[in-house]
């Protein structure tokens, strides 16, 4: 079965530059999340988007943005980069119109290294 | 202000032994629960989802409980094994005052398991 993809899987930057993670949700699922996963913490909620709106936001720093665009397919820009960014970025994606219990899928992460 | 609890921070068990990991949470208005496990420094693997509306799931050895009312949820594991060794995170979905759910989950802390030969 068809999994959540996430590109690049590893990225390493540096202070003050940019970076873009890229996320592939599950075919026919309309709703995705960022979640931010520090070394030793639990994974934070950044924003969701549900339909290619933004449906909901947590904890994104303001040099985030996202979207998700036509196909699906979201985006996590990155700028002015900390070394606190260092963190596993994961993408889930679901299907909030559909009558199975809910359920969220993870995808394998992307590990962002800021030196 | 919806918080996920875990409880213990880590876990040390004989191979072989059956186990209890616990999950609190502090607002009974959730829409379901998940238990996922992680492997050190990798993506997270959905274990059990809860609706709301259950009381447990179970599959193979995992068995889930929810109780909404004390906010607690109990994952056990049977007859652990060393491949079980991992961390174990809990997440809620919380709803909002309309009683829908925007989906977002809320982890635990997570509970590092480690079984021994």
């Known amino acids: 079965a068809a999994g959540v993809i996430q590109s690049p899987r590893h990225l390493i930057k540096e202070k003050r530059e940019t970076a873009t993670l890229k996320c592939y949700p599950i075919?026919?699922?309309?709703?995705v999340y960022w979640y931010q996963q520090g070394p030793g913490q639990d994974p934070q909620f950044l924003i969701s988007?549900?339909?290619?709106?933004?449906?909901d936001k947590g904890s994104i720093p303001d040099r985030f943005s996202a979207q998700q665009f036509s196909d699906y397919h979201s985006e996590l820009n990155m700028s002015s980069l900390e070394l606190g960014d260092s963190a596993l970025y994961f993408c889930?994606?679901?299907?909030?119109?559909?009558?199975?219990?809910?359920?969220?899928?993870f995808g394998p992460g992307t590990r962002l290294t800021v030196t | 202000k919806q918080e996920v609890t875990q409880i213990p921070a880590a876990l040390s068990v004989p191979e072989g032994e059956n186990l209890v990991l616990n999950c609190s949470f502090t607002?009974?208005?959730?829409?379901?629960l998940q238990w996922f496990r992680q492997d050190p420094g990798k993506g997270l693997t959905s274990l059990l989802l809860?609706?709301?509306?259950?009381r447990e799931q179970t599959s193979g050895r995992l068995n889930a409980s929810l109780d909404k009312s004390s906010g607690r949820s109990t994952l056990y594991i049977a007859a652990s094994q060393p491949g079980d060794s991992a961390t174990y995170l809990c997440?809620?979905?919380?709803?909002?005052?309309?009683?829908?759910?925007?989906?977002?989950?809320?982890f635990g802390q997570g509970t590092i398991l480690t079984v021994h030969p």
């Open positions: 889930a994606s679901g299907r909030i119109r559909t009558p199975l219990p809910y359920e969220q899928y």
């Open positions: 075919p026919r699922h309309d709703t």
């Open positions: 988007f549900y339909e290619k709106m933004q449906s």
């Open positions: 607002d009974s208005a959730i829409y379901n």
């Open positions: 809860i609706q709301s509306s259950q």
């Open positions: 997440a809620v979905r919380f709803t909002n005052a309309g009683g829908t759910s925007y989906g977002k989950l809320t």
